[in-house]
DNA sequence: ATGTCC
């Protein structure tokens, strides 16, 4: 098969590969089935950069991309790259601007029937209490420089310290809400001026705040473990570092830029900025990395409190009778190291998720006690309109993809053709008609993010489903929304 | 994604 001039072999069903030619130090690997590959690769530039990202000194395996692959900053969104820790680089642009963005999901012991007499002043309550949109501040007071430096260095513990959550909520994140080698020493004036007042907010484009009703269950046992039953509200939060992260992105690609040069790497593209994992440049950039993720898990941690009081206020509720816990955090923008096994030994190496969700299998030391039987829950938002999944890791992602999978649906249409295709339309109206509430900063936003602008999340994650990557678990239906 | 240009 041949794409936009790049040749592909098919390994199964929904796996292609890339050959190693010219500078490609290991061969490119893409999980898409191959209606999804002809529709939407056939004009991008993603596939060369899967291309390009073979090329970073110290890869190991696969240069990987999941379905959900499209055009980013250097890697492709939707790419996996893993390096090891003696020759490898580490590569900003293989975590992207928003480090540590990524999607928490908790329960309430309601169902639809209850809430849907004060649907709309649920909604109303979470957008009056979660400061949304670009720019958007306050919804803690702003914080001191002390303060900044126990978020950077401590994620959502800070939180749970300062009564913003619960020791449960920590246990149930991804590294327990805190990477230790974070290091506020090493981050930006401005980067913590821009995260002062951040601390609890949404941000615009497609983060957002859902509420949904768990509308199909795929796995009952799997479903059981998470806390998950059919007819139940959840709520989805999807958000990122906010200010902070995207300034720490951009303080390291100049550093980084730099470093390339220093160390004589040939790079096919700029964007590639990287260092060796072991140099200074390249343990600096790390530590901040590490810093603005935790930045990141305390945003989503500050935004469940305040959801959860949006629900308590609401249905003048007692906590105790909510039902109210956190299932789990995944981030999808990051680097980590993790150990996995290449050939015949097990190496530490750093993995590059950029748009992609670790999905690791039942048995693993990295995912919580509870979870240990089934493996670790794995977060899957789709559109506003449709629905979003939860999934499970597998052994089979360990060995395939360094535990990863698929991070969401992926764009259909550019943000222009989805304003132009919006065009003289009330979405608003359409979306109540399908049953989902809204509430945003604009309407841009809103136009931006229709549901029409995005591929059916179904497709990928069948893909992953398929190829035994992650399983499917639960299909969440959206009823309510806030956007920037 | 992003105080959508220090």
Redesign the pocket.
Known sequence: MNINGIELKQIRENLWEIPQINGMRVPGRIYISREMLESTLSEDEALKQVMNVAHLPGIEKYSLAMPDIHWG?GFPIGGVAATNLDEGVISPGGV???IN?GVRLATTSLTLEEIQPKLEPLITKLFQNIPT????SGAIKKLSKSDLKKILEKGSVWAVENNLGTQSDIQFTEESGTLKNADFSVVSE?AL??GAD?AG???????FLEVDVVEEIYEPKVAEVFGLFKGQVVIQIH?????????V??DYLKVLLKASEKYGFKLPDKQLACAPIKSQEGQAYLAAMQAAANFAWNNRQVIMHLAKKSFLETFDMKESDLGFHLVYDVCHNIAKIEKHQIGNVIKEVCVHRKGATRAFPPGSEMIPEKYKSVGQPVLIPGDMGRYSYVAVGTEKAMEETFGSSCHGAG?NLSRHKAMKEAKGRDLVSELKKKGVIIQAK?Y??IA??MPAAYKDVADVVDVMHKEGITRKVAKLKPVGVIK?
């Open positions: 900053y992207g601007y928003d963005c949109g670009v720019g958007a401005r001026e821009r951040q907010t949404l941000g615009s484009g497609n983060h958000t990122g570092s906010r200010g902070l992260g995207y300034q992105c951009d764009r604009g841009k936003t931006e993010e920037g």
